[in-house]
């Protein structure tokens, strides 16, 4: 295939998907601010509406470039860092074999061959086989013996082959070359049209969060539902900062906001629908007036401006707990089942108590469990904090409305 353009749009990381467009595209303006701040993102090159390379910009200036062939079967990932000479040196090069669409689509490749380059050429190739070497009676889904390898091969190369220029952003036409390793031959000038998508209406949006706390009945993306609100207890302040965390990870840091000391108490809003009861979201109140505006709670290296289209910084739950506690607040490891996961498995909400004047600490259930939410902190009209909601997304914004 002979390309004389390329179609550019970027997104997310892809990880571990399979497809041919991006699974959170983003627009040109947010990956360049990414790009400037060492922030990953992806490029997709495309021609014909088919995908010729995915290239990955990741931390401390590192690339990856996923091939495609004609088939639109991702095919080889080439890894490239920098090079004393100032460029990109293509350091490790994995190629793989699929004997059919069904293996590739579930990954179970017959060849894998690892090219690995030194900053000096020294070049070693080695190949790993899905089975036995030589011929086999087994059906592929049926071996048994797992990998095996062929002795390597090592030599030395004029270490110029594997290098490439640093590309700036929007240069796109630097990753052009490889694409020949699958066939794909770029004419003598490659036009770069862009189609990313347009940057929209920015990250998440604090909208309905007073109607997660008012009782009564609801829509939700699950139907029907009745939100009740709930007293979780007093939280008790000391430090001036209260911290938004999973309770299992509270020393990976915590987000924080400054708040005054004292006692204040904590909500939870449960939505109950057909199949259950949830918790839908969680408030600490600091003042008995209601918010003039919302705010998401940034650690200080956090910028709106990297974000993408309905996208947040948030609180990362890995325990399915999240919990509101002074910043100062310590757990013991070995009692945390005992004291709080065991007793939330039939509670929404626990808290772990301690001596006067130390700080306690309110636990409840996150959610549907494992992820990222947004915090969000109500400022007063006086730019006092009001109150601070952790948001987790089991109904839309808008509530009942």
């Not at 060849?111 to 089975?131: I, M």
């Not at 109140?285 to 309905?310: H, Q, V």
């Not at 306690?360 to 007063?380: C, H, K, S």
């Amino acid at each position: 295939m002979i390309f004389d353009s390329l179609d550019v749009s970027y997104g997310n990381m892809w990880g571990s998907h399979q497809g041919m467009t991006h699974p959170d595209p983003m627009s040109r303006t947010v990956a360049a601010r990414r790009h400037a701040a060492g922030m990953e993102y992806a490029v997709l090159l495309s021609a014909r509406e088919r995908p010729l390379a995915l290239v990955e910009y990741w931390p401390r200036r590192m690339w990856r470039v996923y091939l495609f062939d004609d088939r639109s079967w991702r095919m080889q990932m080439i890894d490239l860092k920098p090079h004393s000479t100032g460029m990109l040196l293509a350091h490790r090069n994995t190629r793989w074999q699929f004997s059919n669409e069904q293996e590739h689509s579930s990954w179970k490749w017959d060849v894998q061959e690892t090219t690995t380059v030194s900053a000096d050429g020294q070049v070693e190739v080695r190949s790993e086989f899905a089975g036995p070497r030589g011929a086999s009676t087994e059906p592929q889904h049926a071996r048994t013996s797992g990998p095996s390898s062929v002795p390597m091969r090592r030599f030395p190369a004029p270490v110029e082959s594997f290098l490439c220029p640093v590309p700036e952003f929007g240069d796109w036409q630097v990753f052009a070359p490889f694409l020949a390793q699958q066939g794909h031959e770029p004419a003598t000038t490659v036009v770069l049209s862009d189609v990313s998508v347009d940057e929209g209406s920015g990250p998440l949006r604090a909208t309905g969060i007073e109607q997660l706390f008012s009782p009564g009945a609801c829509d939700t993306p699950d139907g029907p539902a009745v939100v009740e609100p709930v007293d979780a207890g007093l939280l008790r302040i000391t430090s001036g900062q209260l911290a938004v965390s999973d309770p299992g990870w509270i020393g990976e840091t915590p987000r924080t906001v400054a708040v005054p000391p004292g006692e204040f108490p904590v909500t939870l809003s449960l939505l109950r629908t057909t199949r259950g009861a949830g918790v839908a979201a969680a408030r600490v109140t600091f003042l008995d007036i209601p918010p003039r505006e919302w705010e998401m709670a940034l650690r200080p290296d956090e910028d709106l401006g990297l974000l993408g289209e309905g996208q947040f910084y948030g609180v990362g739950v890995d325990t399915g707990t999240a919990a509101f506690m002074d910043a100062t607040r310590t757990v013991i490891e070995d009692q945390l089942d005992e004291d709080l996961f065991i007793p939330l498995d039939s509670h929404f909400t626990v808290e772990l108590p301690s001596t006067e004047p130390e700080p306690n600490l309110i636990a409840f259930r996150a959610g549907r469990g494992d992820g990222a939410y947004p915090v969000w902190v109500g400022r007063t009209d006086d730019g006092q904090v009001g109150c601070v909601v952790v948001d987790f997304q089991l109904h839309s914004a808008d509530g009942g409305e």
